[in-house]
């Protein structure tokens, strides 16, 4: 498969990619937990069915050490048991982040509750920034048909 496009070496996606690169920058050196971002931009990539970004951060968070259980069990993070309540809570909030549309009232009360419960101001403002900039991505990539499958952990730096 072939990308429609190829967006790095396009000059104005390469212009719209460097303002997303450079949300995502201020998210990652949030306080917001590294693992917990992975996490999110994973379970993100699996709803939007964006391969490229699921490739990408599910080779990104092996790297950084996460398990393989772990990765194995994003998709079914509700039944594991292998997971924080933190982690749950910032999950949750990415699934009906992510699913804006398929539900009339958006992300709930007590979804944005359990949230607020393990993650401060700080935290919260990256969560919410990280799922807007994570959706931009796999619209981005899914639109295009971005190949997935050759990513090599940091190769964009």
Not at 143 to 149: F, H, K, L, T
């Amino acid at each position: 498969m072939d990308a429609r496009i190829n967006l790095f070496g396009n000059a104005l996606a390469g212009k719209v990619l460097k303002h997303i690169n450079s949300a995502n920058k201020a998210v990652h050196d949030s306080p917001l937990p590294v693992a917990t971002q992975e996490l999110v931009k994973i379970r993100a990539s699996q709803i939007n069915g964006c391969g490229f970004c699921t490739d990408m951060h599910t080779k990104d968070a092996a790297a950084a050490g996460e398990t393989q259980l772990r990765l194995n069990l994003v998709a079914a993070w509700r039944e594991a048991t292998v997971f924080t309540e933190a982690e749950r809570a910032a999950l949750e909030l990415a699934e009906q982040g992510t699913r804006i549309a398929d539900a009339a009232g958006g992300v709930t009360d007590a979804a944005w509750a359990n949230a607020a419960k393990h993650y401060d101001e700080d935290q919260l403002a990256a969560l919410i920034s990280l799922i807007a900039i994570i959706n931009a991505y796999n619209r981005i990539n899914v639109i295009n048909q971005q190949p997935a499958g050759d990513y090599q952990p940091g190769q964009f730096g």
